[in-house]
Each structure stands twice: as structure tokens, then as C-alpha cells.
């Protein structure tokens, strides 16, 4: 997987960009915010959203829904979270 971030200060705003391999060559840019009731919204190319809720727990709230960018999503955000945890522990 390549991975392009731009880091925001605040912990749970993040923009990626990435490639899963193997892939059949689709790119996905997310950009991750927090959710007003919970969880972090995705919204992946700029033609769905999503909400996350970590350990595996994704739902599809509007736009374009298909299993591969679902599963790219899930990974991704898996990522998210692993770097959320070092970021924090670096602070300790």
C-alpha cells in the first residue's frame, strides 16, 4: 500500500491518498473528520460517505456503494487508527 498524508494537528483529521496492492490500478483519496454524533466520517473520492467506528465496524451512509471501495476503505482506516495510537504514545 503507498500512502500519501497530509497530517491536520488535530488527532482525527487526516487526508490520504493511496494505492492498494495488489490493485487493479484505482486510486482512493479519503479525507477522515469527526462525526457529530461518533465515530469519523470517511469520505472516499469525493463520492461516498461513510462512518467508522474502528475495529471493522463501517457503514455506508450515501453516494457510490461497492464492496471493493468498502474494503479499501476498512483497510485504510485500520491504518488510520494503528497511527492514531503511535502518534499518541510519541506524546507520552
Keep these: 500500500m503507498k500512502i500519501e498524508l497530509d497530517e491536520n494537528d488535530t488527532w ?3 487526508h490520504y491518498v493511496f494505492e492498494l496492492t495488489p490493485s487493479d490500478g484505482t486510486k482512493y483519496t479519503v479525507q477522515v473528520t469527526p462525526a ?3 465515530g469519523l466520517n470517511v469520505i ?3 463520492s461516498s460517505l461513510w462512518r467508522w467506528h474502528g475495529e471493522g465496524d463501517l457503514k455506508f451512509l450515501c453516494g457510490d456503494d461497492n464492496q471493493y ?4 476503505i476498512v483497510r485504510i482506516m485500520m491504518y488510520h487508527d494503528r497511527r492514531m495510537i503511535e502518534i499518541e ?3 507520552e
Excluded at 471501495?69 to 479499501?72: D, I, K, V
Design 12 to 14: 482525527q483529521n487526516s
Design 69 to 72: 471501495t468498502c474494503r479499501a
Design 36 to 38: 457529530l454524533y461518533g
Design 44 to 46: 472516499c473520492n469525493e
Design 89 to 91: 504514545e510519541m506524546k
